[in-house]
Each structure stands twice: as C-alpha cells, then as structure tokens.
C-alpha cells in the first residue's frame, strides 16, 4: 500500500532544491536534508551538485544506515551542465572544479535510472 503524505496524498513528493538554499550549508547539512527526505520517500533534486566529497560522504552516511526492513538506501545520478559556461576563467584555469550539476537522488526501491547520456536522464519513479 502507498505512503500517504501529511498532506493526506499517496503520490511520490519531488523536492527540487535551488543552489541559493545549499550554498550557506555546511556539509553534513546538506546531507542530513537530502537523506531526511529520501527516508521519508521524496525524490530530491539539486539544482547545484554536491562536491566529491560531499557525495562520498553521503554514500558513507547512507550505508550506515540502512536496514533491511526501514531504509534501502539511495539512488543517486548527477548529470554535469556545460563545464565552460558555469565556470569563471579563473576556477578553469585553476583546475577547480565545478559544481553546477543537476544530481537526482531517491529511495533505492522507487527510482531506477533507465537511460543516462550528457543531456538527458530518463527515471522510472514508482510508489512503494
């Protein structure tokens, strides 16, 4: 049977999340949030990718705490944008790396990535 939201619907909640809102957050912030909501069955979409080790860091939280009968983990895709336009001279040319990516991130049971390529992702996101 399908969760049923606070809000008394039983479809599947997307959160889209705009850079301005992570940019003052400190790592764990970030990912204590998206982890809070894929727990809670949403699909969480950054405008903004996470960092390397922001991500490596949410895969380690993540594995921490599943089990089998409550949590299955996470799904997670990110698709980069046009490196040039989202970067300054300066970062390109300091080798730094971006972190304008578009990342997609839900509940292993209900978001399976069908198709993946540098412009487009395809998702089958199904209630549980």
Do not use: C, W
């Not at 001279?89 to 080798?95: A, P, Q, T």
């Amino acid at each position: 049977m399908p969760e049923v939201k606070p809000d008394g619907s039983n479809g599947v909640q997307i959160d889209l999340i705009g850079a301005n809102r992570m940019e003052g957050m400190a790592s764990m912030e970030k990912i204590r949030m998206i982890l809070d909501g894929v727990r809670d069955g949403d699909i969480v979409i950054l405008e903004q990718g996470l960092s390397p080790d922001e991500e490596s860091k949410l895969i380690e939280v993540t594995m921490t705490e599943i089990s089998p009968d409550e949590f299955n983990g996470i799904e997670i895709e990110t698709y980069p944008r046009s490196e040039t336009a989202d970067q300054s001279f300066l970062d390109r040319l300091m080798g730094k790396e971006s972190t304008s990516k578009l990342t997609v991130i839900g509940p292993a049971n209900q978001i399976e990535t069908l198709h993946k390529d540098d412009n487009l992702i395809s998702a089958l996101v199904s209630r549980k």
